[in-house]
Nanobody, 115 residues
Framework: QVQLVESGGGLVQAGGSLRLSCAASGSTFGINARAWYRQAPGKQRELVAGISRDGSTNYVDSVKGRFTISRDNAKNTVYLQMNSLKPEDTAVYYC?????????WGQGTQVTVSS
């Protein structure tokens, strides 16, 4: 089992920045992909950014150039640096890791961007 603890969410004005963190613990050997998702009220959960085992990254078009996903393998932590935040970025953000074809999710952290 993998346990994930997210932090870094909060309330920020449009144009501001936040950095989300997701620390993994437990059986972390074999994690081969990490990602951030978000879910806004009344909308489906969507993939925001992902980072694979080889370090390659991908982003949803709406955050390209503003968000950056990164990881610290020594700390078993994945980050999401969010700059130039917009009100439409308001959502609950979840991290997910994939280990031996099993998905593990964090509890979510609220990000609210005021206009």
């Amino acid at each position: 089992q993998v346990q994930l603890v997210e932090s870094g969410g909060g309330l920020v004005q449009a144009g501001g920045s936040l950095r989300l963190s997701c620390a993994a613990s437990g059986s972390t050997f074999g994690i081969n992909a990490r990602a951030w998702y978000r879910q806004a009220p009344g909308k489906q959960r969507e993939l925001v950014a992902g980072i694979s085992r080889d370090g390659s990254t991908n982003y949803v078009d709406s955050v390209k150039g503003r968000f950056t996903i990164s990881r610290d393998n020594a700390k078993n932590t994945v980050y999401l640096q969010m700059n130039s935040l917009k009100p439409e970025d308001t959502a609950v953000y979840y991290c997910k890791v994939v280990r031996f074809n099993n998905d593990y999710w964090g509890q979510g952290t609220q990000v609210t961007v005021s206009s």
